[in-house]
């Protein structure tokens, strides 16, 4: 298992304005994934992006990748209120049975 | 859409009782993972489970935690003392065998007093 560190810790933005979190890793990975956390709540899947692919959207996400850097950077567009959450990446070396270990997040607060 | 649900949702427990959480995957999902999450921090594995083995359960304070999976479906993860630092939220999670992404209940939230 390899752990994601997330950065910045904390990022505060206007609502309208685009968001934009890192995420570095130290070994090969098979894939990475970004999760949200909403506050009190469990984490929910947002998007996995494959070690062969360096960019992928999903509705006003987008995930790019660089394996040469060992980083991926989520950003969040035209950011609403809602999007205020907790945002953590996992790294995965393979298919097989690993387990994530998460880093500490950032904590995105968006402001109506 | 299939949920992972856990319960109890909130628990306060005095310093040296028995508390115990419980998990029901997603059906069909083989792999359970509990993790810890101190307030603040990002959640901490505790054991992982592939059917009803442990796969993995380093970091799992044995002397005081136990978990189990008996039929390979919903398991149940005990504290017996608790004390004031198991004050945090434990979240179970399943995956599916070749599946990459994880899906979370929304947790348990332990207070020790």
């Known amino acids: 298992s390899q752990q994601g560190e997330e950065d910045p810790q904390a990022l505060s933005i206007q609502e309208g304005e685009n968001a934009t979190m890192n995420c570095s890793y130290k070994?090969?990975?098979?894939?990475l994934q970004w999760y949200r956390q909403n506050s009190g709540r469990g984490l929910v899947h947002l998007i996995l992006?494959?070690?062969?692919?360096r960019e992928k959207h999903s509705g006003r996400l987008r995930v790019t990748l660089d394996t040469s850097k060992k980083s991926s950077s989520l950003l969040i567009t035209a950011s609403r209120a809602a999007d205020t959450a907790s945002y953590f990446c996992a790294p995965r070396r393979d298919n097989y049975g690993q387990n994530f270990v998460f880093g500490p997040g950032t904590r995105l607060s968006v402001l109506p | 859409e299939a949920e992972v649900a856990q319960s109890p949702r909130y628990k306060i427990t005095e310093k040296s009782q028995a508390v115990a959480f419980w998990c029901d995957p997603i059906?069909?999902?083989?792999?359970l993972y509990w993790y810890r999450q101190i307030l603040g921090q990002g959640p901490e594995l505790l054991v992982q489970f592939q059917d009803e083995s442990v796969v993995d359960d380093s970091q799992l304070p044995k002397d005081r935690f136990s978990a189990e999976r008996l039929k390979g479906v919903d398991s149940t993860l005990k504290i017996q003392p608790a004390e004031l630092g198991d004050s945090a939220m434990y979240l179970c999670a399943s995956s599916a065998t070749g599946n990459y992404g994880y899906t979370f209940g929304s947790g348990t939230r332990l207070t020790v007093v």
């Open positions: 059906s069909g999902h083989a792999t």
């Open positions: 070994t090969s990975i098979n894939n």
């Open positions: 992006i494959r070690s062969n692919e």
